[in-house]
């Protein structure tokens, strides 16, 4: 006999053929994990502090931080090299006109909700301009 035919004969028929054979086997699928249990992701310890997810609440913890968005405003007029002498190494560097930057508007909280600046760049006359953009920009006067 080969010996497909003799494996095929030392295993057990399936339950449906032979309801009165009864296996105390039960067969689990799966990966079991080596690593460590996680934290609980949603904070629902009773060791852990609850989160408060109110606007004042969030409006305590942004006055405690700085803000992230920083930078200029400009056009960029082009790259060039700076050479630096004792190393002997070449940088390149970027060309930033920053040309008439001023505050056109403060956002408060009281009147708009949040904190915020804004900032326009460079000149344009007056007859370009809308009116309802002229009448916001003299606010800021």
């Given amino acids: 006999m080969s010996r497909l035919i003799i494996e095929r ?3 057990l028929p399936p339950s ?3 309801p009165g054979l009864s296996l105390n086997h039960v067969s689990h699928r799966g990966i079991k994990s080596i690593s460590k249990v996680r934290p609980n992701r949603f904070n ?3 060791d852990l502090p609850l989160l ?3 606007t004042a609440a969030a409006l305590k913890r942004k006055a405690a931080t700085t803000p992230l968005r920083t930078g200029a405003l400009g056009i960029k007029k ?3 090299a700076i050479y630096d002498s004792e190393t002997g190494r070449r940088y390149p560097c970027t060309v930033v006109q920053m040309d008439r930057v001023q505050v056109v508007a403060h956002k408060t909280r009281k009147r708009n909700g949040y904190f915020a600046v804004q900032v326009g760049s460079g000149w344009k006359h007056p007859s370009n301009v809308t009116r309802p953009l002229l009448g916001h920009y ?3 006067q």
Wanted: aromatic share 6%.
């Fill in 16 to 18: 449906f053929l032979a």
């Fill in 52 to 54: 408060e997810s109110t």
């Fill in 44 to 46: 629902r310890s009773p």
């Fill in 138 to 140: 003299a606010e800021s």
């Fill in 9 to 11: 004969c030392q295993q």
């Fill in 78 to 80: 082009g790259m060039m």
